[in-house]
């Protein structure tokens, strides 16, 4: 059974810090595509980073220079950095992790939601 968990969301002030954490199971996480991605209600789910198995990383010109995303094969897990938290960054965060290749796949986490508020 594949799962991807994440954990690390929460309420914070403008300019406040959280790492968010994605751990996944029942799949072959080294060789997986994986992605975070947000969506506010009534909204499409929108890429804001993501890692390729080579270490690769792309970001949405709204997070360039204030998230980092990352993955330790090791441990199965993904992380996004986030600093310097402003309030348009408040959505439910999802990760994501995909193979276009051989048996190819796609799964969600269940979210996580972000909220930055003073």
């Known amino acids: 059974q594949v799962q991807l968990v994440e954990s690390g969301g929460g309420l914070v002030q403008p300019g406040d810090s959280l790492r968010l954490s994605c751990a996944a199971s029942?799949?072959?996480?080294?060789?997986?595509?994986v992605s975070w991605y947000r969506q506010a209600p009534g909204k499409q789910r929108e890429l804001v980073a993501g890692i390729s198995t080579g270490g690769s990383t792309n970001y949405a010109d709204a997070v360039k220079g204030r998230f980092t995303i990352s993955r330790d094969n090791a441990k199965n897990t993904m992380y996004l950095q986030m600093n310097n938290l402003k309030p348009e960054d408040t959505d439910v965060y999802y990760c994501?992790?995909?193979?276009?290749?051989?048996?190819?796949?796609?799964?969600w986490g269940q979210g996580t939601q972000v909220t930055v508020s003073s």
């Open positions: 029942g799949i072959t996480f080294s060789i997986s595509a």
């Open positions: 994501n992790a995909k193979k276009s290749w051989g048996l190819a796949y796609n799964y």
